[in-house]
């Protein structure tokens, strides 16, 4: 494991085009899932979904980019249970990028990380 908690498979696969959300996102999924799940269900799901998103000629992701994806495999392994999970990442996130969280019927979870990486790019 490395220092900062991602599993070693993962720290190894570099942000395609990283920005500092998409290093803020992946510490809060990561913080998020640890909390909730216990480190080795965490670093078992940030290893899955991160080699679930990518294609076998690709090296690298944007998790900011690809919220959608990381979504999909989150309730691929966790079926409806990954909802709970999903808010507590956007609101976790919200905190980290001092936004204010406010739930919007109908909002998906990629719905929340397309607005809040707009909003953060603005800043």
């Known amino acids: 494991m490395s220092e900062k908690g991602f599993p070693e498979k993962a720290e190894k696969i570099k942000l395609k085009g990283s920005t500092r959300f998409d290093e803020i996102l992946l510490e809060v999924i990561n913080d998020v899932l640890t909390q909730i ?3 080795t269900a965490s670093k078992l799901i940030v290893e899955y979904t991160i080699f679930k998103s990518l294609k076998k000629e690709e090296t690298s992701i944007s998790f900011g980019d690809d919220a959608k994806m990381f979504a999909d495999a989150l309730q691929g392994i966790l079926g409806v249970g990954c909802q ?4 507590s990442i956007v609101e976790h996130l ?3 990028l001092e936004v204010k969280f406010d739930e919007k019927p109908g909002y998906t979870f ?3 990380i397309r607005e809040l990486r707009k909003r953060f790019e603005k800043s």
Do not use: A, V
Request: hydrophobic share 15%.
């Open 37 to 39: 799940l216990g480190e």
């Open 84 to 87: 709970p999970i999903e808010k």
């Open 94 to 96: 919200c905190t980290r």
């Open 110 to 112: 990629s719905d929340y």
